[in-house]
Protein backbone atom coordinates (compact mmCIF):
# COMPACT_ATOMS: atom_id res chain seq x y z
CA UNK A 1 0.00 0.00 0.00
CA UNK A 2 1.30 3.89 -0.30
CA UNK A 3 3.09 4.41 2.64
CA UNK A 4 5.42 7.44 3.81
CA UNK A 5 7.59 6.66 6.68
CA UNK A 6 9.85 9.66 8.27
CA UNK A 7 13.01 9.13 10.22
CA UNK A 8 16.15 11.17 11.47
CA UNK A 9 14.50 13.00 13.89
CA UNK A 10 15.69 13.69 17.33
CA UNK A 11 17.51 16.05 19.81
CA UNK A 12 19.72 18.66 18.79
CA UNK A 13 21.19 21.65 20.07
CA UNK A 14 20.45 25.57 18.60
CA UNK A 15 22.68 26.10 15.31
CA UNK A 16 23.82 22.45 14.96
CA UNK A 17 22.02 20.64 11.85
CA UNK A 18 19.82 17.51 11.38
CA UNK A 19 18.75 15.53 7.77
CA UNK A 20 15.07 14.04 7.90
CA UNK A 21 14.19 11.31 5.38
CA UNK A 22 10.96 10.14 3.68
CA UNK A 23 10.83 6.90 2.43
CA UNK A 24 7.86 6.59 0.26
CA UNK A 25 6.33 2.89 -0.98
CA UNK A 26 3.74 2.06 -2.91
CA UNK A 27 3.47 4.42 -5.56
CA UNK A 28 5.80 5.96 -8.45
CA UNK A 29 7.52 8.61 -6.06
CA UNK A 30 9.34 9.98 -9.08
CA UNK A 31 5.70 11.29 -10.79
CA UNK A 32 4.81 13.37 -7.43
CA UNK A 33 5.82 16.51 -6.10
CA UNK A 34 6.61 16.23 -2.42
CA UNK A 35 6.27 18.18 0.71
CA UNK A 36 7.42 18.81 3.95
CA UNK A 37 4.67 19.94 6.88
CA UNK A 38 5.61 20.59 10.79
CA UNK A 39 3.68 20.78 13.44
CA UNK A 40 4.90 22.37 16.76
CA UNK A 41 3.37 20.49 20.00
CA UNK A 42 0.18 21.81 20.80
CA UNK A 43 -0.12 23.95 17.50
CA UNK A 44 -1.24 24.12 14.08
CA UNK A 45 -0.11 22.62 10.61
CA UNK A 46 2.83 24.78 9.27
CA UNK A 47 4.15 24.38 5.51
CA UNK A 48 7.64 23.95 5.31
CA UNK A 49 8.51 23.30 1.50
CA UNK A 50 7.60 21.64 -1.64
CA UNK A 51 9.79 19.94 -4.28
CA UNK A 52 8.39 19.05 -7.92
CA UNK A 53 8.39 15.38 -8.94
CA UNK A 54 11.59 15.80 -11.03
CA UNK A 55 13.45 18.18 -8.00
CA UNK A 56 13.40 20.90 -10.77
CA UNK A 57 11.24 23.49 -8.25
CA UNK A 58 11.62 23.96 -4.89
CA UNK A 59 9.95 26.41 -2.38
CA UNK A 60 9.93 27.33 1.03
CA UNK A 61 8.42 29.12 3.49
CA UNK A 62 10.15 32.21 5.08
CA UNK A 63 10.49 30.90 8.26
CA UNK A 64 12.81 28.34 6.78
CA UNK A 65 14.31 29.56 3.81
CA UNK A 66 18.35 29.92 3.16
CA UNK A 67 18.46 27.10 6.56
CA UNK A 68 16.27 24.38 4.98
CA UNK A 69 16.77 22.49 1.92
CA UNK A 70 14.51 20.20 0.10
CA UNK A 71 15.56 17.61 -2.18
CA UNK A 72 14.71 14.30 -3.18
CA UNK A 73 16.67 10.75 -4.70
CA UNK A 74 13.93 9.17 -7.13
CA UNK A 75 16.28 6.46 -7.34
CA UNK A 76 16.39 5.78 -3.80
CA UNK A 77 12.42 6.83 -3.50
CA UNK A 78 13.37 9.09 -0.70
CA UNK A 79 12.71 12.72 -0.02
CA UNK A 80 15.11 14.45 2.46
CA UNK A 81 14.80 17.58 4.76
CA UNK A 82 18.45 19.22 5.37
CA UNK A 83 17.54 21.60 8.43
CA UNK A 84 20.84 23.60 9.38
CA UNK A 85 21.71 26.16 12.29
CA UNK A 86 18.70 25.38 14.11
CA UNK A 87 16.46 27.21 16.81
CA UNK A 88 13.88 26.44 19.46
CA UNK A 89 11.17 27.47 17.18
CA UNK A 90 12.25 24.79 14.91
CA UNK A 91 11.05 22.18 17.44
CA UNK A 92 7.81 19.89 15.87
CA UNK A 93 7.08 16.90 14.38
CA UNK A 94 7.51 16.65 10.93
CA UNK A 95 5.78 15.30 8.60
CA UNK A 96 6.22 14.52 4.59
CA UNK A 97 3.28 14.59 2.36
CA UNK A 98 2.67 13.43 -1.23
CA UNK A 99 0.59 15.73 -3.89
CA UNK A 100 -2.52 13.69 -5.15
CA UNK A 101 -1.67 14.76 -8.80
CA UNK A 102 0.89 13.19 -11.06
CA UNK A 103 3.56 15.69 -12.43
CA UNK A 104 1.41 18.68 -10.23
CA UNK A 105 2.71 20.74 -7.69
CA UNK A 106 -0.08 22.30 -6.88
CA UNK A 107 -2.54 19.96 -5.16
CA UNK A 108 -3.84 18.37 -2.10
CA UNK A 109 -1.82 16.37 0.56
CA UNK A 110 -3.44 13.21 -0.11
CA UNK A 111 -0.64 10.54 1.60
CA UNK A 112 1.18 11.85 4.76
CA UNK A 113 3.76 9.83 6.70
CA UNK A 114 3.57 9.23 10.17
CA UNK A 115 5.67 12.33 11.47
CA UNK A 116 9.08 12.53 13.45
CA UNK A 117 9.92 14.51 16.11
CA UNK A 118 12.61 17.47 16.36
CA UNK A 119 13.40 19.00 19.39
CA UNK A 120 16.11 22.04 19.16
CA UNK A 121 17.30 22.38 22.87
CA UNK A 122 20.75 23.09 24.85
CA UNK B 1 -0.75 33.97 13.63
CA UNK B 2 -2.11 31.73 10.54
CA UNK B 3 -2.58 33.55 7.24
CA UNK B 4 -6.40 31.39 6.73
CA UNK B 5 -8.80 32.65 9.84
CA UNK B 6 -10.62 29.43 11.56
CA UNK B 7 -12.60 29.58 14.52
CA UNK B 8 -11.05 27.80 16.91
CA UNK B 9 -13.75 25.76 18.33
CA UNK B 10 -16.75 24.18 17.32
CA UNK B 11 -19.16 21.87 18.99
CA UNK B 12 -22.26 19.46 18.29
CA UNK B 13 -24.16 16.55 19.29
CA UNK B 14 -24.54 14.05 17.55
CA UNK B 15 -26.58 13.82 14.40
CA UNK B 16 -26.41 17.82 14.10
CA UNK B 17 -24.81 19.49 11.52
CA UNK B 18 -21.77 21.72 11.99
CA UNK B 19 -20.08 24.05 9.81
CA UNK B 20 -16.46 25.63 9.80
CA UNK B 21 -15.40 28.44 7.88
CA UNK B 22 -12.14 29.31 6.68
CA UNK B 23 -11.27 32.84 5.65
CA UNK B 24 -8.47 33.83 3.08
CA UNK B 25 -7.80 36.82 0.89
CA UNK B 26 -7.48 37.12 -2.99
CA UNK B 27 -4.02 36.04 -3.06
CA UNK B 28 -4.65 32.66 -1.87
CA UNK B 29 -8.66 31.18 -1.14
CA UNK B 30 -9.81 33.84 -3.52
CA UNK B 31 -7.40 32.25 -6.56
CA UNK B 32 -6.85 28.83 -5.52
CA UNK B 33 -8.18 25.70 -4.43
CA UNK B 34 -9.20 24.55 -1.04
CA UNK B 35 -8.40 21.92 0.85
CA UNK B 36 -9.55 20.54 4.46
CA UNK B 37 -7.88 18.08 6.42
CA UNK B 38 -8.71 16.34 9.59
CA UNK B 39 -6.19 15.26 12.36
CA UNK B 40 -7.33 12.67 15.16
CA UNK B 41 -5.81 13.11 18.26
CA UNK B 42 -2.24 11.68 18.42
CA UNK B 43 -2.27 11.02 14.66
CA UNK B 44 -0.98 12.23 11.54
CA UNK B 45 -3.32 14.71 9.48
CA UNK B 46 -5.84 13.04 6.44
CA UNK B 47 -6.71 14.40 3.27
CA UNK B 48 -10.48 15.31 3.62
CA UNK B 49 -11.59 17.38 0.92
CA UNK B 50 -10.12 18.58 -1.88
CA UNK B 51 -10.32 21.08 -4.72
CA UNK B 52 -12.86 23.06 -2.97
CA UNK B 53 -15.37 20.58 -2.32
CA UNK B 54 -13.95 16.79 -3.81
CA UNK B 55 -13.85 13.62 -1.24
CA UNK B 56 -10.89 11.13 -1.92
CA UNK B 57 -12.77 7.74 -2.11
CA UNK B 58 -13.10 6.58 1.24
CA UNK B 59 -14.31 9.65 2.75
CA UNK B 60 -18.11 9.76 4.03
CA UNK B 61 -20.56 12.00 2.15
CA UNK B 62 -20.97 13.33 5.07
CA UNK B 63 -18.33 16.14 4.57
CA UNK B 64 -18.95 18.63 2.31
CA UNK B 65 -16.78 21.50 1.02
CA UNK B 66 -18.15 25.07 -0.65
CA UNK B 67 -16.15 28.01 -1.54
CA UNK B 68 -17.57 31.63 -2.36
CA UNK B 69 -14.86 34.48 -3.24
CA UNK B 70 -12.34 34.50 -0.55
CA UNK B 71 -14.10 32.02 2.10
CA UNK B 72 -14.83 28.19 2.39
CA UNK B 73 -16.43 26.33 4.30
CA UNK B 74 -16.61 22.43 5.69
CA UNK B 75 -19.96 21.66 6.83
CA UNK B 76 -20.40 17.97 8.72
CA UNK B 77 -23.90 16.25 8.62
CA UNK B 78 -24.81 13.62 11.20
CA UNK B 79 -22.60 14.62 13.53
CA UNK B 80 -20.87 11.11 14.91
CA UNK B 81 -18.37 11.03 18.27
CA UNK B 82 -15.60 9.57 15.95
CA UNK B 83 -15.59 13.01 13.98
CA UNK B 84 -13.94 15.26 16.91
CA UNK B 85 -10.69 15.65 15.84
CA UNK B 86 -8.62 19.14 14.59
CA UNK B 87 -9.95 20.17 11.41
CA UNK B 88 -7.38 22.60 9.09
CA UNK B 89 -8.35 24.27 5.91
CA UNK B 90 -5.21 25.16 3.22
CA UNK B 91 -4.86 26.77 0.29
CA UNK B 92 -2.04 27.75 -1.95
CA UNK B 93 -0.88 31.00 -2.27
CA UNK B 94 0.04 33.07 -5.53
CA UNK B 95 3.83 33.08 -4.21
CA UNK B 96 3.49 29.69 -4.18
CA UNK B 97 3.86 28.88 -0.64
CA UNK B 98 1.04 26.90 0.94
CA UNK B 99 -0.92 28.59 3.94
CA UNK B 100 -3.36 26.64 6.40
CA UNK B 101 -5.68 27.77 9.02
CA UNK B 102 -4.88 27.72 12.87
CA UNK B 103 -7.05 24.88 12.90
CA UNK B 104 -10.89 23.64 14.56
CA UNK B 105 -11.48 21.45 17.56
CA UNK B 106 -14.32 19.91 17.37
CA UNK B 107 -16.05 18.69 20.21
CA UNK B 108 -19.15 16.07 19.77
CA UNK B 109 -20.80 16.46 22.67
Redesign the interface.
Known sequence: QVQLVESGGGVVQPGRSLRLSCAASGFTFSSYGMHWVRQAPGKGLEWVAVISYDGSNKYYADSVKGRFTISRDNSKNTLYLQMNSLRAEDTAVYYCAKVGAIFALLDAFDIWGQGTMVTVSS | Q?VLTQPPSASGTPGQRVTISCSGSSSNIGS??V?W?Q?LPGT????LI??NNQR?SGVPDRFSGSKSGTSASLAISGLRSEDEA?Y?C?A?DDS????????TKLTVL
Open positions: SNYYYQAPKLYRPDYAWLHVVFGGG
